[in-house]
């Protein structure tokens, strides 16, 4: 198979990327390896990648579609999986337009490039955050999402409307992934699991934002690769799938699980809860396991773990 991923060079792009190559398929791989975190992070993520041969990359924007179509028409993948985004709830209320542009204009430029090639499976990046702020929980797919309280969050719901539309007029296979909290080697240094870790092992205040008792469920990127790979054989027709952990875990004990694994305490700062942020993230996985096979099998401290072992050898 040949199968172009974008944000190949990003956090769980990467993974996506490496798990497809090792089983022998062809890598398509885009990705404009812009600034939003520090680009030789994602340069030595490419650099894994294109140790195989049957890894091509193009470093381009997704926004720009007359070279998107090139890319199309040169390379003729069989599958699309889209992961490039703007990635951050915070970063997102300090620049809308961007993330409007991003996530949702270059998510249109991809389905519609995918409906014009041989490309009638495509599996798309969405995010718990289209859940808002809602109080019933286990989060279920079935559950109303018409309250994003971030732009990311809206972008990302628009993302999905605009699947659900190209799979009604152009019958293409899509299936929308909404990851929880994502963690682990290579892992983003915006998000909460590398932001603690380096701030804990140098010794340097950690900000607790809230009372300590938010919780994330935090699904380790072993895990998550399963599901997007699932998702890609199985070419739904359409379907919207929750790809958690099923285990919320509180900020404080979060906390608790770094210092057991940096062997570290850490000093906490505490601060206000900020706007955009919601107070728990819990996934209902029970349709992931019926149509993807899909079960987590990482705890909060194996996952650690591994992430801490990972940053003191290579960051
Ligand atoms: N990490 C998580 O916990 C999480 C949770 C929910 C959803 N997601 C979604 O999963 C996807 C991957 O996230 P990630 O954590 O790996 O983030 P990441 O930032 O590490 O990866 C995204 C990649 O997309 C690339 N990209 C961004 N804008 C681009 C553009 N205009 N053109 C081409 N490439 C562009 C970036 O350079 C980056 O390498 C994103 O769609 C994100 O919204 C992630």
């Given at each position: 198979?040949k199968?172009?991923?974008?944000?190949?060079?990003?956090?769980?792009?990467?993974?996506?990327?490496?798990a497809?190559?090792?089983r022998?398929?062809?890598?398509?791989?885009?990705?404009?390896?812009?600034?939003?975190?520090?680009?030789?992070?994602?340069?030595?993520?490419?650099?894994?990648?294109?140790?195989?041969?049957?890894?091509?990359?193009?470093?381009?924007?997704?926004?720009n579609?007359?070279?998107?179509?090139?890319?199309?028409?040169?390379?003729?993948?069989?599958?699309?999986?889209?992961?490039?985004?703007?990635?951050?709830?915070?970063?997102?209320i300090?620049?809308?337009l961007?993330?409007?542009?991003?996530?949702?204009?270059?998510?249109?430029?991809?389905?519609?490039?995918?409906?014009?090639?041989?490309?009638?499976?495509?599996?798309f990046?969405?995010?718990s955050?289209?859940?808002?702020?809602?109080?019933?929980?286990?989060?279920?797919e079935?559950?109303?999402?018409s309250?994003?309280?971030?732009?990311y969050?809206?972008?990302?719901?628009?993302?999905?409307?605009?699947?659900?539309?190209y799979?009604?007029?152009?019958?293409?296979s899509?299936?929308?992934?909404?990851?929880f909290?994502?963690?682990?080697?290579r892992?983003?240094p915006?998000?909460?699991?590398?932001?603690?870790?380096?701030?804990?092992?140098?010794?340097?205040?950690?900000?607790?934002?809230?009372?300590?008792?938010?919780?994330?469920?935090?699904?380790y990127?072993?895990?998550?690769?399963?599901?997007?790979?699932?998702?890609?054989?199985k070419?739904?027709?359409?379907?919207?799938?929750?790809?958690?952990?099923?285990?919320?875990v509180?900020?404080?004990?979060?906390?608790?699980?770094?210092?057991?694994?940096?062997?570290?305490?850490?000093?906490?700062?505490?601060?206000?809860?900020?706007?955009?942020?919601?107070n728990?993230?819990?996934?209902?996985?029970?349709?992931?396991?019926?149509?993807?096979?899909?079960?987590?099998?990482?705890s909060i401290?194996?996952?650690?773990?591994?992430?801490?072992?990972?940053?003191?050898?290579?960051?």
């Open positions: 198979m199968i172009l991923v974008t944000g190949c060079a990003g956090f769980i792009g990467s993974h996506v990327a490496e497809l190559l090792l022998g398929d062809t890598v398509i791989g885009i990705d404009n390896i812009n600034d939003y975190y520090d680009p030789a992070k994602k340069e030595k993520n490419l650099e894994i990648l294109k140790k195989h041969k049957k890894f091509v990359f193009y470093k381009e924007d997704i926004r579609y007359d070279n998107l179509k090139r890319i199309f028409i040169r390379e003729n993948p069989d599958k699309v999986v889209h992961l490039a985004a703007r990635a951050g709830v915070r970063a997102s300090q620049n809308p961007l993330y409007q542009e991003v996530n949702i204009r270059g998510t249109l430029n991809l389905l519609e490039l995918a409906k014009n090639s041989k490309a009638k499976s495509f599996v990046a969405s995010s955050s289209v859940y808002g702020n809602q109080e019933k929980t286990p989060f279920s079935d559950d109303d999402v309250t994003p309280i971030s732009p969050a809206a972008t990302k719901r628009a993302g999905e409307l605009l699947c659900y539309t799979h009604h007029i152009y019958n293409t899509i299936t929308c992934l909404r990851f909290t994502v963690y682990g080697p892992g983003r915006d998000m909460a699991p590398y932001k603690f870790t380096k701030l804990i092992i140098e010794g340097k205040p950690v900000p607790r934002y809230g009372d300590g008792t938010t919780k994330r469920d935090y699904t990127i072993t895990d998550i690769v399963k599901g997007v790979i699932a998702a890609i054989d070419e739904l027709s359409f379907e919207i799938i929750n790809l958690g952990n099923n285990k919320p509180m900020l404080n004990d979060f906390i608790r699980v770094i210092e057991e694994a940096t062997h570290r305490k850490a000093i906490i700062k505490e601060m206000p809860m900020q706007p955009g942020d919601v728990i993230t819990y996934a209902d996985i029970r349709k992931a396991q019926r149509l993807l096979g899909y079960q987590p099998e990482t401290e194996e996952g650690m773990k591994k992430f801490v072992e990972w940053y003191e050898k290579d960051v």
